[in-house]
């Protein structure tokens, strides 16, 4: 294999080179989106270039073994090039001996929650992904900074802003990576609507809609229960209409307003978090993005901008494949790529090469921060200032 000497050209060249070679390996690639597009598009820096001539990968544990970690992280584990599936954190015997057995793991890479702190004592486990219910993501990465390893924190981050602070701090106070579990931000569609907003393609935004909700079978209870989850559809669905109004747009909003849906079960599935909430965004230019969120009904997955000259949406917008998007001026005809691997590999990229995450446990913070003022603006049916918001974002693709 070609070496890659430190030019561009040189850089291209062993990409496509490595892209070629690669193809037949990626598991299910032709049911995501071509491997190679993917991989050329990448600007991986010197170090992950030299890791993936050499082939080696950062270790990654994931801590809770539920369905995101069964069905999305484990498999696109084995897609990814500069990262592997290392270890577990399960509370349950019968999960770790089939992940085990599935996934080749050796013992002294297998924990439960009690024995999770001993991971400081183990060199094959680079990265830990949380990927438990909300309202355990604060002790779980407070304990890993201090093992000493990096961290992607599934989102939202945390129930609470103190929360959030605390776990920044002792990632910060520990010297090591910490990232949330924003896919979206690596997908194509959304990359272009980033893009197109920001840059205003087809003029200024003046309105954005986003609608992400389903019809909750309490087939995962923890999502309604206040403690674990932090809230209802707004904390689970909703923060992705949130994410995607503010990066196709470009800016944070300046106040909210919210009402809560009706509530169909207000004394048993819905008993402590809302079925459903209606939100409107205000922005300083005086444009506004509506937005719903549910659990008591099916919902377009729709992220929308219109502007004075046309428009742009995905639709469907937030899943895990299947995105579609088009403008006023035709369809984006984009592929459809692993999300989870990509996002997994820039985080491995920043932890090689000691460069910033695009997706911060600040910017964490930031949406904690304003579903919290969203709770408070359905509560008071007051409209809610967010002057006091972390101010970040993610302009990469604005250039």
């Known amino acids: 294999m070609k070496s890659w000497d430190g030019n561009p050209a040189g850089r291209r060249e062993f ?8 193809g037949a390996t990626l598991v299910g690639a032709s049911a995501v989106g071509g491997p190679l597009s993917w991989l050329e598009e990448i600007s991986y820096g010197p170090a992950s270039l030299e890791a993936l001539q050499s082939g080696k990968q950062l270790g990654v544990a994931l801590v809770g073994l ?36 599935q996934y080749s793991l050796p013992d002294q890479n297998i924990y439960d929650y009690k024995t999770f702190d001993r991971i400081v004592d183990n060199p094959a486990i680079d990265i830990v992904y ?18 000493g390893k990096h961290v992607i924190c ?65 087939d995962t209870p923890w999502r309604v229960d206040k403690e674990l989850a932090g809230g209802g559809p707004l904390m689970d669905m909703g923060i992705y209409c949130v994410q995607g109004v ?9 106040s909210v307003t ?8 207000p004394k048993g599935l819905f008993k402590e978090v809302e079925a459903g909430v209606n939100w409107q965004m205000q922005f300083a230019d005086g444009s506004v993005a509506d937005c719903r969120t549910s659990y008591a009904e ?25 995105l579609q998007g088009r403008t006023s001026q035709g369809p984006m005809n984009l592929e459809n790529v692993p999300q989870q691997a990509r996002q997994m590999d820039d985080f491995a990229d920043c932890v090689l090469n000691n460069k910033p995450t695009r997706v911060p446990g600040e910017m964490g913070l930031r949406d904690v921060q304003l579903l919290q003022a969203i709770y408070r603006a359905a509560a008071t049916g007051q409209k809610v200032s ?6 970040v974002l993610d302009k990469t693709n604005s250039k």
């Not at 592997?84 to 089939?98: C, D, F, H, N, Q």
């Open 246 to 254: 503010i990066y196709t747009k470009g800016q944070l909003p300046v």
């Open 258 to 265: 919210a009402k809560l849906a009706p509530n169909p079960d």
């Open 66 to 101: 539920g369905k995101y970690s069964t069905g999305q992280l484990a498999p696109a584990l084995q897609q990814t090039k500069l990262c592997k599936l290392a270890g577990i954190v399960t509370g349950s015997p019968e999960k770790a001996a089939k992940w085990k057995q």
């Open 386 to 391: 967010t002057k006091d918001v972390v101010a």
């Open 15 to 22: 990409m496509r080179t490595f892209s070629l070679g690669l």
């Open 298 to 322: 099916n919902l377009n997955s729709r992220l929308r901008a219109e502007t004075a000259k046309g428009f742009m949406e995905l639709q469907p917008a937030f899943g895990y494949g299947g």
């Open 154 to 218: 599934e989102k939202p981050m945390a129930p609470t802003a103190e929360e959030c602070r605390r776990m920044i701090s002792a990632m910060q106070k520990a010297g090591k990576k910490f990232s949330i579990g924003y896919r979206l931000h690596f997908e194509p569609h959304h990359q272009e609507m980033m893009r197109l907003g920001q840059q205003q393609t087809l003029g200024p935004i003046k309105r954005l809609v986003a609608d992400n909700g389903f019809r909750f079978n309490n």
């Open 130 to 147: 949380v990927v438990l219910p909300v309202g355990m993501h604060a002790e779980y990465v407070e304990r890993a900074a201090r093992a």
